[in-house]
């Protein structure tokens, strides 16, 4: 269950929580199950890869773990490309429809590494010196779509460092790649709060044109990252 840090509002008045509890009606809630299904399978590859890495890094296994490194950070850039791709459509129908919802500022303290942490206050901040409702909900959209791209490339770097063997602190790598992790999911979790918000507000006639839209996509060339061999390694 994503983290919503909200605030009171006035008896009547909706609020982004109402909008999370709420049902979707059929159509919309087989579009939300669609697109938050494909995120949630790559987000789980993703994870798999990065924990056998990780178990295979305790073994001393070192040319395996660094193929397991490299297969995640792949991953994760088809989910990063997939969470881009949606808030893109999300933000393009806002502006073409002035189809808005509501949304909550990101919260620092859902974070762990400073990348994240440094966006959701701005991003907070933000919020709270915004006047419109229209100018929030823009706002957030950039926050996260910002948010995913950099933690997306420190996770590729670190994978990459890792891979090649170029780096002179590797244990810090492979801790980056936990906390990039573990931020990447909860910007995940934002964008289906914002997703499930924005499927509550548009009108009904407007929902083919997202479906449209929003259906499955090849997947993106990802970079591949592999490994160098040694001698020594296992």
Same mark, same amino acid.
């Given at each position: 269950?994503?983290?919503? @840090?909200?605030?009171?509002?006035?008896?009547?008045?909706?609020?982004?929580?109402? =909008?999370?509890?709420?049902?979707?009606?059929?159509?919309?809630?087989?579009?939300?199950?669609?697109?938050? @299904?494909?995120? =949630?399978?790559?987000?789980?590859?993703?994870? %798999?890869?990065?924990?056998?890495?990780?178990?295979?890094?305790?073994?001393?296994?070192?040319?395996?773990?660094?193929?397991?490194?490299?297969?995640?950070?792949?991953?994760?850039?088809?989910?990063?490309?997939?969470?881009?791709?949606?808030?893109?459509?999300?933000?393009?129908?806002?502006?073409?429809? @002035?189809?808005?919802?509501?949304?909550?500022?990101?919260?620092? =303290?859902?974070?762990?590494?400073?990348?994240?942490?440094?966006?959701?206050?701005?991003?907070?901040?933000?919020?709270?010196?915004?006047?419109?409702?229209?100018?929030?909900?823009?706002?957030?959209?950039?926050?996260?779509?910002?948010?995913?791209?950099?933690?997306?490339?420190?996770?590729?770097?670190?994978?990459?460092?890792?891979?090649? @063997?170029?780096?002179?602190?590797?244990?810090?790598?492979?801790?980056?790649?936990?906390?990039?992790?573990? =931020?990447?999911?909860?910007?995940?979790?934002?964008?289906?709060? %914002?997703?499930?918000?924005?499927?509550?507000?548009?009108?009904?006639?407007?929902?083919?044109?997202?479906?449209?839209?929003?259906?499955?996509?090849?997947?993106?060339?990802?970079?591949?990252?592999?490994?160098?061999?040694?001698?020594?390694?296992?």
């Amino acid at each position: 269950m994503p983290f919503l @840090g909200i605030k009171k509002r006035a008896p009547g008045s909706r609020s982004v929580r109402d =909008d999370w509890a709420a049902w979707l009606p059929t159509e919309k809630g087989r579009v939300f199950e669609e697109i938050t @299904g494909r995120w =949630d399978t790559t987000y789980a590859m993703v994870g %798999v890869s990065l924990n056998e890495a990780i178990t295979l890094l305790g073994q001393a296994k070192l040319v395996r773990a660094r193929l397991f490194v490299g297969n995640s950070a792949v991953l994760l850039e088809r989910l990063a490309a997939e969470l881009l791709r949606v808030l893109r459509i999300v933000e393009e129908h806002g502006r073409h429809f @002035g189809t808005l919802t509501l949304v909550e500022p990101l919260n620092p =303290d859902n974070f762990q590494g400073e990348t994240a942490k440094r966006a959701a206050a701005w991003n907070s901040l933000l919020h709270h010196v915004l006047l419109s409702g229209r100018s929030r909900f823009f706002h957030k959209l950039r926050a996260l779509s910002e948010t995913v791209e950099q933690l997306t490339a420190e996770f590729y770097k670190a994978a990459e460092d890792i891979a090649e @063997g170029t780096t002179i602190q590797p244990m810090a790598c492979w801790e980056a790649l936990v906390s990039l992790h573990y =931020d990447l999911n909860t910007c995940l979790q934002e964008s289906r709060v %914002v997703l499930k918000s924005f499927l509550h507000a548009i009108p009904e006639k407007e929902l083919d044109r997202i479906r449209a839209k929003v259906g499955p996509k090849p997947p993106v060339a990802a970079r591949p990252v592999r490994p160098r061999y040694s001698r020594t390694a296992s």
